[in-house]
């Protein structure tokens, strides 16, 4: 379990050599607003050459990258939507992606097993094949493609859901607690709403994060959904669960509790790298609906090739993959009775 | 003789007439038992022997009702106490005119909801593979629970609120009747009298246990008084306690489950008083702990116990010895012995060890090929074997004298095509014209002795 502080420091080398890739320049590009000129330049340049100690051997300078990084030094970003320290830019940024991504998986648990369940009971029945070629399709579909279709159903013929954005601009033009499209103090507007007790806006902010999330949900659905189906056939055959009967436990104890427990350790696994991936998948997701989240602030980034946000979002998403793997490992620890660490 | 003769009119528990059972697969239909014809009688132990795909497990699991969704039950009937629970299976089978394994597992859900309610109280069933027979995310002191829990409620609900109705004075006056004159007719009348029965099964339980001293006992008897039990506690385990079924607020999601707790921690107990009264040391502490946690044979223990729990009538033991290395094997088969002698129930043990049935059958059937071919007692299948096959598996039996082990030559005919004729036609010694024309039935040669050969067609007038 310990390992994922060896697996954190290697990415660090990683993100280091990437950037010292093309050489001092990039470093100081991640560090140097580019308006600067002439002597304030200079000056800079100074500062960072005591920080960063540019005349040393390599394997040196990259200790003394990491330690500003630890320190919180992730350097500067400039780009249309945002300029400023990179860490300031993942504050405001990333809370509305994880609102979002936490909402999504739990719309893909809440969904996917179930149907898993569903179509490994009722196998080869006519539900079981709608269900798999429906979250198939879903799964063949690029996202925004999911998301433009929902648009125009939902937003366009129905006129039940709103387009994008995180929330109606009119209700909170003249909160004290949100400027500038951030809300304060969480910067997720449906949290930071509940908590000043606001219930319109807070109900407007869940509008909004529905079709965002049933998108990102929709179009990952298929796997597991199928992972699910799979390991619980696979259960449904072995000795324990045919024990159970022979205990003459009622058929949907069988199920519910026997069977599907001993699934769901491998589709946890899954579950978890999945959503980690989300958080990259919303991306896409994010300009289709214009969310003001991480990744509209990265896309933008890309686009203006701003190293400080390019490498701030590859450390960032690195950090969460190896942190998820950890929470799972906890995780499984706690279902499985075999494991300890 | 005599008591021979009262022992075969006893009433048969499981009744196996004709049954023919076919596996639908995608190489062809697989037709696994062809005819069976079996009885299961009180109180014995009935031996199913033959050779690794003749369909031994097979009829165990058929009469479980355990059979997978692409099982058609073709032909046949098995009745248990006088009821045949696989009709509907059979009845689309024959209204079918195409079999559908999705059609069919519709009809064994139904099979599965009616046989629910018999498996683990009148019939239960130990596999063969004790590492893989146990959840391994269960405790084992719930796996044997649950069987409580579903068919015996009422026992747990009672045992619980009888030690909150038990005085200090009530259970010093039992432990003075039990060491007076034991457990007798004075002992229940108590019982029966304060309103306190469900303290019977746990008193003796610690009153039979032998490793520990009187005084200990005594002691521990006298503990199990006066324990509190909230309100709302009381009011549900009343409720269950008379009906003996779980009430239909169990199947609320989250209050259920509260529900359930107390008769859950209830079932615990029971599970390691029964486990103490096998033999097992440290009962009380094993079901606390998770099946990777155990021995091979301390787990094939455990799936005994689950399975005798109830005392059922017929329990059918599928191989139980054949994945555990000797040493363990006849502790395992000593258990089984015991057993039969404290609770009186029916076993059909399956094994393809003939050393191994000859130590704890009364009776044996041979089976070949997905059919009975002969059934009889015990030292008549071992001293006058009739049938060819018979004859010939006893001469393949290793011993510890040096004989030239023959083995049976040929092979089990394929399954999807049967010959039309006797099974062991090809591989029989003796094969005459008529074999190749219809199958013998099973007939008497001797003392509830019954074999399927045209040998002994002759002496059937």
Redesign the interface.
């Known amino acids: 379990m310990l390992l994922f502080i060896p697996t954190l420091l290697g990415l660090t080398v990683i993100v280091f050599v990437l950037i010292h890739i093309g050489g001092t320049n990039k470093l100081l590009a991640m560090y140097l607003s580019p308006r600067l000129t002439g002597a304030a330049r200079q000056q800079i340049i100074a500062e960072l050459d005591q920080k960063f100690h540019f005349n040393d051997p390599i394997y040196i300078q990259y200790f003394y990258w990491l330690a500003q990084i630890f320190q919180g030094n992730w350097g500067i970003t400039n780009t249309p939507i945002f300029s400023g320290p990179v860490t300031q830019a993942i504050e405001l940024f990333f809370p509305n992606t994880l609102m979002l991504t936490i909402f999504a998986a739990i719309l893909i648990w809440l969904i996917s097993i179930p149907l898993g369940v569903h179509t490994a009971v009722n196998?080869?029945?006519p539900s079981d094949n709608v269900i798999r070629v429906g979250s198939l399709t879903f799964y063949a579909m690029p996202w925004y493609l999911i998301g433009i279709i929902l648009i125009i159903i939902f937003a366009v013929w129905l006129k039940i859901l709103p387009i994008n954005g995180t929330v109606n601009p009119s209700l909170v033009a003249d909160l004290s607690w949100y400027h500038n499209g951030i809300s304060y103090p969480t910067h997720i507007l449906l949290i930071d709403a509940l908590i000043h007790g606001n219930l319109v806006v807070a109900g407007n902010a869940f509008l909004h994060l529905i079709m965002p999330s049933v998108t990102l949900a929709l179009g990952v659905m298929a796997a597991l959904v199928r992972l699910m189906r799979g390991t619980m056939l696979e259960t449904l055959d072995?000795?324990?669960v045919?024990?159970?009967?022979?205990?003459?436990?009622?058929?949907k104890?069988v199920i519910n509790l026997?069977a599907k427990?001993?699934a769901l350790l491998p589709v946890i696994t899954n579950f978890g790298y999945l959503v980690a991936g989300l958080l990259g998948g919303v991306v896409v997701i994010e300009d289709v609906f214009s969310y003001p989240g991480i990744g509209m602030w990265l896309t933008d980034a890309m686009i203006n090739n701003d190293m400080g946000g390019i490498m701030g979002g590859t450390l960032l998403f690195g950090i969460i993959l190896v942190v998820t793997s950890l929470a799972l490992d906890l995780i499984y620890a706690k279902?499985?009775?075999?494991i300890r660490y | 003789m005599e008591s021979d003769q009262l022992k075969s009119n006893l009433a048969p528990i499981v009744k196996v007439e004709n049954f023919h059972l076919h596996y639908y697969t995608r190489r062809g239909v697989y037709k696994a038992l062809n005819g069976v014809n079996l009885e299961i009688r009180k109180g014995e132990v009935l031996g199913i022997a033959g050779e690794s795909g003749c369909g031994k497990s097979t009829l165990g699991?058929a009469i479980?009702g355990?059979i997978p969704?692409n099982a058609a039950v073709v032909d046949g009937r098995i009745l248990i106490n006088g009821r045949d629970y696989l009709k509907p299976l059979k009845d689309y089978y024959k209204n079918t005119k195409k079999f559908k394994?999705?059609k069919n597992?519709d009809v064994l859900?139904k099979v599965?909801?009616e046989?629910?309610?018999?498996?683990?109280?009148e019939i239960?069933?130990v596999?063969q593979?004790p590492m893989?027979?146990?959840?391994?995310?269960?405790q084992v002191g719930y796996?044997i629970a649950?069987?409580l829990l579903?068919?015996s409620p009422g026992l747990l609900a009672s045992r619980r609120l009888s030690r909150s109705r038990a005085k200090k004075e009530d259970t010093k006056a039992l432990v003075k009747i039990l060491n007076e004159n034991g457990p007798n007719e004075k002992f229940r009348e108590y019982l029966k009298e304060k309103n306190i029965m469900g303290l019977e099964d746990q008193i003796l339980a610690i009153w039979r246990r032998k490793d520990l001293h009187d005084l200990k006992k005594e002691q521990m008897i006298e503990k199990l008084c006066c324990e509190p039990i909230n309100s709302f506690a009381k009011n549900y385990l009343e409720t269950i306690e008379k009906e003996n079924k779980l009430p239909n607020f169990s199947k609320i999601p989250i209050f259920g489950r509260i529900v359930k707790r107390e008769l859950i921690k209830e079932g615990y107990k029971k599970a390691s008083e029964f486990l103490g009264l096998l033999g097992i040391p440290n009962s009380d502490k094993m079901v606390y702990m998770?099946p990777?946690e155990l021995s091979g044979g301390q787990r094939q223990r455990i799936?005994i116990a689950?399975?005798m729990i109830n005392s059922p009538q017929l329990v059918i033991l599928d191989e139980p010895t054949s994945a555990l290395d000797v040493t363990i094997q006849a502790q395992i088969l000593e258990l089984i012995k015991e057993l039969k002698e404290s609770i009186n129930s029916s076993y059909m043990f399956i094994s393809h060890d003939l050393s191994v049935l000859a130590e704890v059958s009364d009776r044996i059937a041979i089976m070949y090929a997905g059919q009975v071919v002969e059934v009889g007692n015990k030292d008549a299948i071992f001293d006058q074997p009739k049938h060819p096959y018979t004859q010939m598996l006893m001469e393949a039996i290793p011993t510890i004298e040096a004989h030239e082990l023959k083995g049976i030559k040929g092979e089990v005919p394929d399954m999807r095509n049967p010959p039309k004729g006797c099974m062991f036609r090809d591989r029989c010694p003796y094969a005459m014209p008529i074999c190749a024309e219809k199958r013998p039935d099973l007939i008497k040669v001797g003392e509830d002795h019954y074999v399927s050969c045209f040998l002994y067609e002759g002496g059937k007038s």
């Open positions: 196998r080869d029945k072995q000795d324990f045919n024990f159970a009967r022979a205990k003459g436990v009622p058929e104890v026997h427990n001993n279902i499985d009775p075999r | 699991r479980m355990l969704r394994p999705s597992a859900k599965n909801n046989m629910s309610k018999i498996r683990g109280q239960s069933m596999f593979e893989t027979t146990l959840n391994p995310l269960l796996q649950e069987v579903y068919h998770y990777h799936v689950t399975a």
